[in-house]
């Protein structure tokens, strides 16, 4: 059972560049989440979804879209990389709202130079 | 909105040792608290999770937490701690839309031998 899978593991871009994120689930999970994990800044939020075809903006969703064509997958996509999207990428997904667990991939390291 | 606060940005004890990792939230409801583990370059772990009941949650790896509405907080504790704890710990609550978590800065831990 792979859980959270997420695509790729490092990326290195330059600026003004474009790249997708997979994040794909095998748990037949609602709810799914992008967070960027920086430096004394804990995670925060970029966009969710609530089930296939929706998407919504988190705490920090400027310079990102996202897409959830199919149930298992959540795509984060930038359209023109910029050196402060340098981070690390996590998702995640859950079941249902509020009482179960969030389970995580393992991330995905970019450096936009 | 919902926030957690997590006062300590670093902490050391020696391996034995008992450990407390200090959260406190803002909410106006009875939250949702979680604590989760990342262990060096990983994905998060959950730890433990409080919705109702039983003020005193025990988690996995013998770590437990006990909520404290007087005081807003979800201390995270363990009464000895072994090397393989070293890691960051992240104390969450669900968020204002009831979809996702608000995560804390996290704090660092270092088991010392």
């Known amino acids: 059972n792979a859980g959270v899978t997420q695509t790729p593991k490092f990326r290195v871009l330059k600026t003004g560049q474009s790249m997708t994120l997979l994040c794909a689930q095998d748990m037949n999970h609602e709810y799914m989440y992008w967070y960027r994990q920086d430096p004394g800044m804990g995670l925060r939020l970029i966009h969710y979804?609530?089930?296939?075809?929706?998407?919504a903006k988190g705490e920090v969703p400027d310079g990102y879209n996202v897409s959830r064509l199919k149930k298992q997958n959540f795509l984060l996509g930038l359209e023109s990389a910029a050196p402060s999207q340098t981070s690390v990428y996590f998702c995640?997904?859950?079941?249902?709202?509020?009482?179960?667990?969030?389970?995580f991939g393992q991330g995905t390291r970019l450096t936009v130079v | 909105a919902q926030s957690v606060t997590q006062p300590d940005i670093h902490i050391t004890v020696s391996e034995g040792a008992s450990l407390e990792l200090r959260c406190n939230y803002s909410y106006g409801a009875t939250p949702y608290l979680f604590w989760y583990v990342q262990s060096p370059g990983q994905g998060l772990q959950l730890l433990l999770k409080?919705?109702?009941?039983?003020?005193l949650v025990q988690g996995i790896k013998g770590f437990e937490a006990e909520f404290k509405r007087s005081q807003s907080s979800f201390n995270l504790r363990k009464p000895s701690v072994h090397w393989s704890d070293a890691a960051e710990y992240f104390c969450a609550v669900i968020s204002n839309s009831g979809y996702a978590l608000n995560f804390g800065k996290g704090t660092s831990l270092l088991v010392t031998p």
């Open positions: 995640a997904s859950s079941y249902s709202r509020r009482n179960t667990e969030a389970f």
């Open positions: 979804s609530v089930g296939e075809g929706t998407t």
């Open positions: 409080y919705f109702s009941g039983d003020t």
